[in-house]
């Protein structure tokens, strides 16, 4: 029997890799989107004409149950969320309902059309539930086992997210894993997230369409990642004989000002600081300082592999919007 995949927040930048991966393994995919104007829509056909995109909302749970019905999917993907940390704290109630019981509207869509039983799920978790306080940061990186004590109400709607789907697994027998994902970027990423403005504002400078990059605190360190590398690893947890929690990470840290440097040193400068201007309204009212990840677990049970370096991802995401750029400008 031929596979199909239900993917929520297809238009992102986790779901175009997915829907990439899944379509050249031979699966039917469905994507749902988000209202009759989605402004991603338009592209997202262009690129991916075979994907059957279906409308709804995840807080909508009569749109999901429909959504579930059309696809009967094996397995189904729950990548949609509100996943901007500082806008969480813009709008933390919007956060709770879409991140945090979207999760819950889902799974119950899942259980209620009767397919506990034949459809995989995957949920997206996020290294934002750890917090990254003193107390509960191991040596090694957080792994499966670490402590949650998340700092914006992005990382507290995740953490509902992570659990409801562990009590449908546990409750319920539902094939349902959690993907606990480190910072992963790439050509994908939205301009609203720091490394794709990074790579963007470095593009223009270097082509003479910007002067400066207005940023907040270069000093909290992440565990940066490839988008391609992490949703291989979102297929190998749904193709695993029995569900369960992994942590993806590149095992490493590298600081803002790292990022910079290397997107700077791309284009031949040495020098980012003339160029790079400190902004308090860009400063969150909780920061994570940093964030380190254990992917021992994924590599073992899994055979998991990150396959870009933070130095390859850095080059890749600054050649793919000085490429962009350089049509605009034209």
Not at 73 to 80: A, Q, R, S
Not at 117 to 137: C, I, K, W
Not at 233 to 240: A, C, R
Request: glycine content about 10%.
């Amino acid at each position: 029997m031929s596979k199909r995949a239900l993917v929520t927040g297809i238009t992102g930048q986790d779901g175009h890799h997915l829907a990439e991966q899944l379509l050249k393994n031979g699966y039917t995919v469905y994507g749902l989107i988000r209202g009759q104007n989605n402004p991603k829509r338009t592209a997202f056909e262009a690129a991916f004409p075979a994907v059957r995109l279906l409308e709804g909302d995840l807080t909508d749970p009569a749109a999901l149950v429909r959504a579930v019905e059309d696809s009967d999917p094996t397995e189904l993907y729950n990548l949609g969320a509100i996943s901007h940390v500082g806008y969480s704290f813009k709008n933390p109630s919007l956060t709770a309902d879409v991140t945090g019981k979207g999760v819950l509207n889902i799974l119950e869509a899942v259980r209620v059309t009767g397919r506990a039983e034949t459809t995989r799920v995957y949920q997206a978790s996020t290294s934002e539930m750890f917090g990254g306080l003193d107390y509960n940061r191991p040596g090694s990186g957080y792994d499966e086992n670490s402590l949650f004590h998340p700092r914006s109400p992005y990382g507290v709607a995740k953490l509902y997210g992570h659990w409801i789907a562990r009590n449908y697994r546990e409750s319920y027998g539902m094939f349902v894993s959690c993907g606990i994902l480190f910072n992963h970027e790439g050509e994908h990423r939205g301009p609203e997230f720091v490394t794709r403005k990074i790579t963007q504002a470095v593009a223009r400078i270097k082509l003479g369409l910007q002067n400066k990059i207005v940023l907040g605190d270069l000093y909290p360190k992440r565990d940066w990642g490839y988008a391609g590398d992490y949703v291989r690893g979102m297929w190998q947890m749904l193709q695993h004989d029995e569900p369960d929690d992994f942590v993806l990470a590149t095992g490493e840290t590298h600081s803002i000002e790292d990022f910079l440097t290397g997107a700077f040193a791309e284009v031949g400068i040495d020098d980012w600081r003339p160029y790079v201007v400190q902004d308090p309204a860009f400063m969150r009212p909780a920061e994570v300082d940093i964030l380190l990840g254990n992917p021992e677990k994924a590599e073992r049970v899994l055979g998991w592999r990150r396959e870009t370096s933070f130095e390859g991802l850095v080059s890749l995401m600054v050649r793919n919007d000085l490429a962009l750029e350089a049509v605009h400008a034209r």
